[in-house]
């Protein structure tokens, strides 16, 4: 019996004995006579000249589905889970596969059936219906879809997300589009798949190669972003890319002979790529898109490259515009030291003027507060010769006051002063009271006083309560 599982390899003509089919295999056995049964295990079977197979196990989850091609002709969808036992007396073929995934709604499938693929949808199980939902968008009668010799077949589009698995009579149609190539060229069939996407931001890239006015030549790799608006228009189109990709040669032919070498090496070459990214220069290209159900929204050139010869001119045209840039780069930067020097200089005569200006108001400034300081201090020492001398003039004051004071007395006794001070016992008598007044001090009057040793003196005048002191030589 063993441990592993025997498949449809196993074939063994047992003569007299038995076998043992365990939980999990089936075999087929055919007598003496040619008569055949079945068996799924477990089960122990005895035999006499008897030929036994083991039959292939196929399965199928509840996202795929058992195509079994009965050898009476019949074909049969098995939907999972399920499990079948490929039996070679009963069938010609078992092969089990996925059902379609639609993930969003952008996604959609095409599908084809007969007039009988009803009726086989209708005996799909109920809880196989459910899994698997269908949407029937259009149904209509296609010449572009799978013939089924000579029936009418009807197109119905499914759209996600949701999990198609075909019931009999259906055939998904699948699509062989027009696309680059591993190199980057663009050939046909290079795009076979069956789910066709609608979403709205479609790119197609490819490089056009466009010969200029003057058979020069260059290549731009461009960026088309298009939507589709018309999935009838689509589906009746075998390979849109292809009539698109026609189009958009031909525009580049029609590009070409408007346009020169040397516009593409001199300043106009923004002009040619501002001309290469505007729809207006591919009207051939917006028509077999709008045929194919399509529309071209934007356009974007992501590349530009010129052939050997075109390149060497504009390498050489570069490099000339790069040395004159360098030369007028070095001119600009020494005339921006030049004016920088200029400045830095006007900056120091500035500041050498602003020194000078400040220093000579500084000085100015001293010299105002040095003048200022010496009327201070003149006027100090006026106002204090003026209080000495005030002082000096009320002390002779009261010396005189004393002195007058002397004589009006005298004179209010009604003496001679002129006898008395002749005398020398007036003399000396004054002598102590007169020169204690300033005005009358006895040596300076007698040094200014005195000629020729003439002794001068003093005659008193009264007159009233005043007195007047003169002096007389003797």
Same mark, same amino acid.
């Given at each position: 019996?063993?441990?592993?599982?025997?498949?449809?390899?196993?074939?063994?003509? !047992?003569?007299?004995?038995?076998?043992?089919?365990?939980?999990?295999?089936?075999?087929?056995?055919?007598?003496?006579?040619?008569?055949?049964?079945?068996?799924?295990?477990?089960? #122990?079977?005895?035999?006499?000249?008897?030929?036994?197979?083991?039959?292939?196990?196929?399965?199928?989850?509840?996202?795929?589905?058992?195509?079994?091609?009965?050898?009476?002709?019949?074909? =049969?969808?098995?939907?999972?889970?399920?499990?079948?036992?490929?039996?070679?007396?009963?069938?010609?073929?078992?092969?089990?596969?996925?059902?379609?995934?639609?993930?969003?709604?952008?996604?959609?499938?095409?599908?084809?059936?007969?007039?009988?693929?009803?009726?086989?949808?209708?005996?799909?199980?109920?809880?196989?219906?459910?899994?698997?939902?269908?949407?029937?968008?259009?149904?209509?009668?296609?010449?572009?879809?799978?013939? *089924?010799?000579?029936?009418?077949?009807?197109?119905? !589009?499914?759209?996600?997300?949701? $999990?198609?698995?075909?019931?009999?009579?259906?055939?998904?149609?699948?699509?062989?589009?027009?696309?680059?190539?591993?190199?980057?060229?663009?050939?046909?069939?290079?795009?076979?798949?069956?789910? $066709?996407?609608?979403?709205?931001?479609?790119?197609?890239?490819?490089?056009?190669?466009?010969?200029?006015?003057?058979?020069?030549?260059?290549?731009?790799?461009?960026?088309?972003?298009?939507?589709?608006?018309?999935?009838?228009? *689509?589906?009746?189109?075998?390979?849109?890319?292809?009539? &698109?990709?026609?189009? &958009?040669?031909?525009?580049?032919?029609?590009?070409?002979?408007?346009?020169?070498?040397?516009?593409?090496?001199?300043?106009?070459?923004?002009?040619? &790529?501002?001309?290469?990214?505007?729809?207006?220069?591919?009207?051939?290209?917006?028509?077999?898109?709008?045929?194919?159900?399509?529309?071209?929204?934007?356009?974007?050139?992501?590349? $530009?490259?010129? *052939?050997?010869?075109?390149?060497?001119?504009?390498?050489?045209?570069?490099?000339?515009?790069?040395?004159?840039?360098?030369?007028?780069?070095?001119?600009?930067?020494?005339?921006?030291?030049?004016?920088?020097?200029?400045?830095?200089? #006007?900056?120091?005569?500035?500041?050498?003027?602003?020194?000078?200006?400040?220093?000579?108001?500084? #000085?100015?400034?001293?010299?105002?507060?040095?003048? =200022?300081?010496?009327?201070?201090?003149?006027?100090?020492? $006026?106002?204090?010769?003026?209080?000495?001398?005030?002082?000096?003039?009320?002390?002779?004051?009261?010396?005189?006051?004393?002195?007058?004071?002397?004589?009006?007395?005298?004179?209010?006794?009604?003496?001679?002063?002129?006898?008395?001070?002749?005398?020398?016992?007036?003399?000396?008598?004054?002598?102590?009271?007169?020169?204690?007044?300033?005005?009358?001090?006895?040596?300076?009057?007698?040094?200014?006083?005195?000629?020729?040793?003439?002794?001068?003196?003093?005659?008193?005048?009264?007159?009233?309560?005043? !007195?007047?002191?003169?002096?007389?030589?003797?």
């Amino acid at each position: 019996m063993g441990i592993e599982f025997r498949s449809g390899g196993y074939v063994r003509h !047992v003569l007299m004995g038995g076998r043992t089919i365990k939980d999990g295999e089936a075999a087929a056995i055919w007598n003496v006579n040619g008569v055949h049964k079945q068996i799924i295990g477990p089960r #122990r079977v005895y035999m006499y000249n008897s030929t036994i197979r083991f039959l292939t196990r196929h399965k199928a989850e509840s996202h795929q589905y058992i195509r079994i091609s009965h050898r009476d002709g019949r074909v =049969e969808h098995k939907y999972g889970p399920a499990v079948l036992y490929q039996n070679p007396a009963l069938h010609d073929s078992v092969s089990v596969h996925d059902g379609i995934r639609l993930l969003s709604e952008n996604e959609c499938i095409v599908v084809y059936n007969d007039s009988k693929s009803s009726a086989d949808r209708n005996s799909v199980p109920k809880e196989v219906e459910i899994a698997t939902p269908i949407e029937e968008i259009a149904d209509t009668e296609s010449e572009s879809g799978p013939k *089924c010799h000579g029936e009418k077949q009807r197109r119905k !589009v499914i759209k996600g997300p949701t $999990l198609f698995l075909p019931a009999l009579g259906e055939t998904v149609r699948e699509f062989e589009w027009s696309g680059r190539d591993s190199d980057g060229a663009f050939a046909q069939s290079q795009n076979i798949f069956k789910i $066709l996407k609608t979403d709205p931001n479609r790119v197609l890239s490819l490089s056009l190669s466009i010969t200029t006015a003057d058979s020069a030549q260059f290549t731009a790799n461009m960026s088309f972003q298009y939507h589709m608006n018309s999935l009838d228009k *689509c589906l009746d189109s075998m390979d849109p890319m292809q009539k &698109m990709y026609d189009g &958009m040669l031909a525009d580049a032919r029609s590009f070409g002979d408007t346009v020169t070498s040397d516009q593409l090496r001199a300043g106009e070459q923004v002009a040619v &790529m501002d001309r290469l990214v505007s729809l207006e220069t591919y009207p051939l290209l917006c028509l077999a898109a709008k045929a194919a159900g399509f529309v071209i929204d934007s356009a974007r050139l992501t590349g $530009l490259s010129y *052939c050997a010869t075109l390149q060497r001119q504009a390498n050489d045209e570069q490099h000339n515009a790069a040395r004159l840039r360098s030369e007028l780069a070095g001119k600009k930067q020494r005339r921006e030291i030049l004016e920088l020097e200029a400045e830095e200089r #006007r900056l120091k005569i500035e500041q050498d003027a602003e020194l000078e200006q400040r220093q000579a108001e500084i #000085r100015a400034k001293l010299e105002e507060e040095s003048h =200022e300081l010496k009327e201070a201090a003149l006027e100090r020492k $006026l106002a204090l010769n003026k209080r000495e001398i005030e002082a000096k003039r009320e002390a002779m004051k009261g010396e005189d006051a004393a002195t007058i004071q002397f004589l009006t007395a005298l004179h209010n006794l009604g003496v001679d002063m002129t006898a008395f001070m002749c005398t020398a016992g007036g003399m000396k008598v004054a002598s102590s009271v007169l020169s204690q007044a300033a005005s009358l001090q006895k040596g300076k009057c007698k040094e200014e006083h005195t000629i020729k040793g003439e002794i001068n003196v003093p005659k008193i005048k009264a007159e009233g309560n005043s !007195v007047d002191i003169a002096w007389s030589s003797t």
